[in-house]
């Protein structure tokens, strides 16, 4: 059976960084782009970032940009997303998740991913 568990979230003060680890068991993803997407109270949940497998090229959400970085370690199963001057409005629960065999690109589209984590709650305070 497929897991993702995510973990780092947590509360932090604006300015103030983060880093996000999403660890995959009951198979690889070889060949599969991860991303994290988010879910702020009341509001839809967006795409965050993501990156591929094979060239690890990285898409993130203009929000973002220059601010957080996607990295994965293929060898330990791991996706993180370093999260560097947070602001509150970054405050959301986190999401990670995984394409299916594949499914490489790194796409910006929630119906894309068919295996999702649990999530882990970032607040940052003003």
């Known amino acids: 059976q497929v897991r993702l568990v995510e973990s780092g979230g947590g509360l932090v003060q604006a300015g103030g960084s983060l880093r996000l680890s999403c660890t995959a068991s009951?198979?690889?993803?070889?060949?599969?782009?991860m991303g994290w997407f988010r879910q702020a109270p009341g509001k839809e949940r967006e795409f965050v970032a993501a990156?591929?497998?094979?060239?690890?090229?990285?898409s993130y959400v203009d929000s973002v940009k220059g601010r957080f970085t996607i990295s994965r370690d293929n060898a330990k199963n791991t996706l993180y997303l370093q999260m560097n001057s947070l602001k509150p409005e970054d405050t959301a629960v986190y999401y990670c998740?995984?394409?299916?065999?594949?499914?490489?690109?790194?796409?910006?589209?929630?119906?894309?991913?068919?295996?999702w984590g649990q999530g882990t709650q970032v607040t940052v305070s003003s």
């Open positions: 998740a995984a394409r299916q065999l594949g499914g490489n690109y790194p796409s910006q589209r929630a119906a894309d991913y068919v295996y």
């Open positions: 990156i591929t497998w094979m060239d690890s090229a990285t």
């Open positions: 009951g198979r690889t993803f070889n060949s599969a782009a």
